[in-house]
């Protein structure tokens, strides 16, 4: 049977995109920006920072960093930050037809 395993985002920076191939021995490569210079792996979770240590060993990588968003809090339901913020919706409340209406320029 198909076992899911718990996979785990890494950021690595290269001094050059020439390599790129080489980082798929690592993890696999989902995403990579020649402007940028950097590659997204996705590596096996329990894995994760003993690849990262091995990918900073090497030449052309210039850092790795592990992906912080499995420890973020990704639901959000209700209010985000202070519960007695002010809501957009309270300072502007749409009209009967549940928008605001736009202001008519005259042209030139």
């Known amino acids: 049977m198909l076992t899911v ?3 785990q985002g890494v950021a690595v920076w290269l001094y050059s995109m020439r390599q790129v191939r080489q980082l ?3 993890g696999t490569v989902m995403y990579t920006t020649k402007k940028l210079k950097y590659a997204l792996l996705y590596v096996d979770g329990n894995e994760a920072e ?3 240590d091995k990918l900073k060993h090497l030449r052309f ?3 790795a960093e592990v992906s912080h968003r499995p ?3 990704l639901t959000f339901s209700g209010e985000l930050g202070d519960p007695n913020a002010r809501r ?3 300072e502007f ?3 009967e037809h549940g928008y605001e209406e736009e202001t008519q320029h ?3």
Do not use: F, H, I, S
């Open 93 to 95: 409340p749409p009209n």
């Open 88 to 90: 957009y919706e309270d």
């Open 106 to 108: 005259e042209g030139r």
């Open 24 to 26: 798929r021995r690592y």
């Open 71 to 73: 420890e973020l809090d």
């Open 50 to 52: 003993a690849t990262v």
């Open 61 to 63: 990588v210039k850092d």
């Open 5 to 7: 395993k718990d996979r």
